[in-house]
């Protein structure tokens, strides 16, 4: 396992996990990813990426939401999880992320290349 996979491991562990509305996929959107999170994706055309971009979407957003779940990029797992990130639907998870982890979270988006899911 290389570092950066230590590190993508550690901090999903730590993220907090909550319901979402059923059906609802509203913070789905062009998001980025490091290329260790992106090697965990299939890869998808041109097309598709132009498509997605052009509707403000995500090329891995499917009809019944997405596609990608288990390994969806950190980004994606952090949104509600801080006031930041506030679900504007008013989920959340019992107990916030601790800023520690958040502050860890966007040093490693610091510390990668970020490219466009
Ligand atoms: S976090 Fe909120 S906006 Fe995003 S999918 Fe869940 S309920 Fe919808
Ligand atoms: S990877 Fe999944 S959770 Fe993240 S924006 Fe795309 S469809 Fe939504």
Redesign the pocket.
């Known amino acids: 396992m290389t570092p950066n996979s230590q590190t993508i491991r550690f901090l999903r562990k730590r993220i907090p996990a909550f319901e979402?509305?059923p059906g609802?996929?509203?913070?789905?959107g062009p998001v980025t990813a490091s290329s260790e999170e992106m090697a965990r994706l299939p890869v998808k055309s041109d097309a598709a990426h132009a498509t997605a971009l052009a509707e403000l979407s995500c090329p891995h957003l499917g009809k019944n939401g997405c596609q990608v779940y288990a390994e969806r990029p950190l980004i994606c797992r952090l949104?509600?999880t801080t006031p930041r990130l506030a679900?504007?639907?008013g989920?959340r998870p019992e107990v916030m992320i601790e800023p520690a982890i958040e502050e860890h979270i966007y040093r490693y988006f610091e510390a990668t290349r970020q490219v466009l899911v």
């Open positions: 979402c509305e609802c996929h509203d913070c789905c949104f509600g679900c504007p639907k989920k």
